[in-house]
């Protein structure tokens, strides 16, 4: 079993539907990274959080401790948004972040 | 765009060949990654660098040999690479090697080994 599971693997959706990507851990964590990846390859590092919930435009992201559970949010979803949306919790004193396998998003027009 | 940049974008090498990727970032970060990620699958650490010495190496075998120079800059030298090495190398920063410091990622080197 992984130590991350993202679900849905892959969503599809039509514009301006409301999308929700979840993410369960087994492991204590320090925090919780929701990275998004373009088919180009880079990544860009949407939200880092340890508790609470947190907000950037049309994204929210949020994560229950005691659950082991996080969910990335994506209000009124565009073709843009289409990505890979990567769950990594940070855990350990090294620093090593472990991935979860990815959401392959596809918002259609 | 991002604030760590990765050149080359794209690197066709054959087996007995020597290159490097390089990695450069002018953030003040003094924690620096390497990832290595094959096709439809998540990142893999390879490298950290925490201020400009070696402190994680993930058992990656020695014809990948990391070097940091400076606190900017970060290269991964490939020497007699194998196929199976052909991936997306991923470079990442952060201000320090601890739980309140986000990752920067690069845009990847695409590394092809023929």
């Known amino acids: 079993k992984n130590e991350v599971e993202q679900s849905p693997q892959n969503l599809t959706a039509q514009e301006g539907e409301f999308i929700t990507i979840n993410c369960s851990y087994s492991v204590g964590i320090s925090a919780l990274h929701w990275l998004q990846q373009h088919p180009g390859g880079g990544i860009v590092s949407l939200f880092m959080l340890s508790s609470g919930k947190k907000k950037h435009g049309r994204l929210i992201a949020t994560i229950n401790i005691q659950e082991k559970h996080s969910s990335l949010h994506i209000t009124a979803s565009h073709p843009r948004d289409s990505a890979v949306y990567i769950c990594a919790v940070l855990s350990g004193s090294a620093r090593q972040l472990t991935f979860g396998s990815g959401t392959q998003l596809t918002v259609l027009p | 765009d991002t604030e760590v940049t990765q050149t080359p974008k794209h690197l066709v090498m054959g087996m007995t060949n020597k290159k490097s990727l390089k990695c450069e970032q002018h953030?003040?970060?003094?924690?620096m990654y390497w990832y290595k990620q094959k096709a439809k699958k998540p990142p893999e650490l390879m490298f950290v660098y925490s201020y400009e010495k070696l402190s994680i190496n993930e058992s990656v075998p020695s014809r990948f040999s990391p070097e940091c120079p400076n606190s900017s800059l970060l290269n991964l030298h490939l020497h007699a690479l194998q196929p199976e090495d052909s991936a997306l190398y991923l470079c990442a920063s952060s201000h320090k090697v601890d739980r309140d410091s986000p990752l920067h990622f690069g845009n990847g080197t695409r590394l092809t080994v023929t």
């Open positions: 953030m003040g970060h003094r924690a």
